[in-house]
């Protein structure tokens, strides 16, 4: 039997998107699928073996998307300006794209289908890297992708309800550049004296001896 002349991975993947954004993952399936786009099974087969294949793919075009929202919001800004508009562009992004989303930041595909989520981690890894510095940019990408996806989950939760204040993201991000910002040193003077406070000196362990 042969394949329709519309049916390719790319056209397969948007309806998916589709199918994601308004059903969400669970309801998501390839036999549904391809009757969505009057496939026989097997068309779908052809270019993802099975749903794990296509929830991979849907994570790489998730990051892809991301990506691309983020690059627009940086374009033509000052660094720290460049991190506040990549903040609000993912939030905007996370409520937006809810499904798309989650399955991003749940899926965890093989290394070798990943290359849009790297794409994305090098991307906020240069834009920090304007901030902190080349030594710090990594963990300070990390800790600025575990805010935004705290609050991006907090969010979503209405954990707070209305109590939430809606300056949280505004102060979270103020903290975060003022740590980023900041020479190295202090910081690593802080770690060595919350070490020596909580370190036990031998005349303690004496006296809890009852020597």
């Keep these: 039997m042969p394949y329709p002349s519309k049916t390719d991975r790319q056209t397969i993947l948007s309806a998916a998107v589709k199918d994601l954004s308004r059903k969400g993952i669970r309801d998501l399936s390839l036999r549904n699928l391809a009757a969505s786009l009057d496939l026989a099974p097997n068309a779908i087969y052809r270019y993802f073996s099975d749903r794990s ?29 460049t991190i506040r508009e990549m903040s609000s562009a993912y939030m905007k992004f996370a409520r937006d794209k809810r499904h798309l989303y989650e399955v991003m930041m749940s899926f965890h595909a093989p290394d070798h289908d990943a290359n849009s989520r790297q794409s994305l981690w090098a991307f906020t890894v240069e834009q920090v890297q304007r901030i902190a510095g080349s030594d710090r940019a990594a963990q300070a990408s990390v800790a600025l992708w575990a805010f ?16 939430k204040p809606a300056s949280g993201l505004e102060f979270g ?27 036990k000196r031998p005349q303690d362990n004496a006296a809890q001896n009852g020597e």
Aim: proline share 4%; charged share 20%.
């Design 173 to 199: 991000l103020d903290a975060w550049l003022m740590a980023v910002s900041g020479p190295e040193q202090p910081m690593k003077a802080h770690q060595t004296k919350s070490n020596k406070r909580t370190a």
């Design 53 to 81: 294949a296509l929830e991979a793919a849907l994570a790489n075009e998730a990051a892809r998307q991301l990506e691309l929202a983020l690059r627009k919001a940086a374009a033509g800004c000052e660094p720290v300006t």
């Design 148 to 163: 935004l996806h705290g609050a991006v989950t907090l969010e979503a939760a209405q954990v707070f309800g209305e109590n």
